[in-house]
């Protein structure tokens, strides 16, 4: 009898220890697609106390077991998702409750801007040039390029516009890497300071330049449209003629022109150019002139004028395009003609 009396007291006290579930499933509110590893907790409603916590599975379902009767409230949360609360989950006589499919929206936290800021290098070393950046040099703004060049180390400019570096003379100055047309000194007096974006010394040219034996290369760099505008030059040459005539019959004649036309517009550089030159060289010859023909020399003297006629002309056209700082296009053409006449 007390044995039979002992197993009714384990079987009845067995029920009283069953706890209730939650269950329920989360996805995503756009496409419903289910979330994998997502968090549900459950708080004590009355005192905001975490009871306890899962994750969901693949299928985004999730199990909270063990909850004892009382009210609780529930959230759900996943990364770059706006966490969902859902209140007065009440557990009574350790019924289960299932939530069903609860969605969330995505939102979150979150980031606000966040601004780097800093300060370019003054001077930038390469293996051929040193690259300066003209905002640097403040006491220059509202003057011209003569003044910016001024500012750069080692490089300095006389009276007459003369660039020297490191005390060597004959800089060739680049406009955006084209050639300068025209005198070099004009440019930096007429190019304003604050259209310049940075000044590259060239101390060691590849052939790309062909800096024709100078010490190097000035290349200015201006802010895209600064330098937009038309040029044209004309060169006239003329020369005196000789003070000795040599006993020619006519004059020599000493003249020519140049004429450049150049159109510059954001990308684009359009030049076109002609020349005409006339240099006649005059001189006399005077000696003799021997000759051996089978062991025989004749000797006659050999004097008289002797003069040459040259004449010069060309035309020129070429056409830049440059889309980026890195790639630059050129077509060139080229025609001239020589004759010199005896």
Known sequence: MKFYH?????ICLVPLSISAQITGKITDGANEYPLEYATAAIFNQDNGELVTGVITDLNGFFTIEGVKNGTYYLETSFIGFET????????????????????LTIGGTQLEEV???GQRATVI??????VFDTKSF???LGGSATDVVKNIPSVSVDGQGEISVRGSTGFVVLLNGNPVQGNSSNLLNQLPANAIERIEVITAPSAKYDPEGKAGILNIITI??????????VNI?????SFETYGNDKAHQRYGADATYNIRKGDWNISMGASYQRNDLGGRREGDVFTI???TLTQFPSSGERSFDEINYSGRFTVDYAPDDKNSYSLAFYGGKRKKIV
């Open 125 to 130: 070393n390469k293996i051929d040039r040193q």
């Open 293 to 295: 023909i089978n062991d």
């Open 84 to 103: 969902n609360t859902i209140k007065d989950i009440t557990i009574q006589n350790r019924k289960s409750v299932s939530l069903g499919t609860i969605m």
């Open 138 to 140: 403040q006491n220059s």
């Open 237 to 241: 040459k003329g020369g005196l003629p």
């Open 6 to 10: 002992l197993l009714v007291v384990v």
């Open 115 to 117: 601004v780097i800021k």
């Open 224 to 233: 895209k449209g600064a330098a937009d505008g038309t040029f044209a030059q």
